[in-house]
């Protein structure tokens, strides 16, 4: 029976150990300026909210 530190060993070219590739439109979504800018003052409008409603 093999010893535990061989069974939990790193095997770097199993087939668990290699991350997907995003596809192109993934690619292309992550990297949109006019997307990045809408989430960008989405995010800003709602911690603006939050402040707002907690100086009431």
Do not use: S
Not at 7 to 30: G, H, Q, S
Not at 32 to 45: E, G, R
């Amino acid at each position: 029976m093999p010893q535990i530190h061989e069974r939990l060993a790193n095997k770097p070219y199993a087939e668990y150990a290699y991350a997907t590739r995003p596809r192109k439109i993934t690619l292309f979504w992550r990297r949109c300026l006019i997307k990045q800018l809408y989430m960008f003052f989405k995010l800003n409008l709602k911690v603006m909210m939050m402040v707002v409603k907690g100086h009431d």
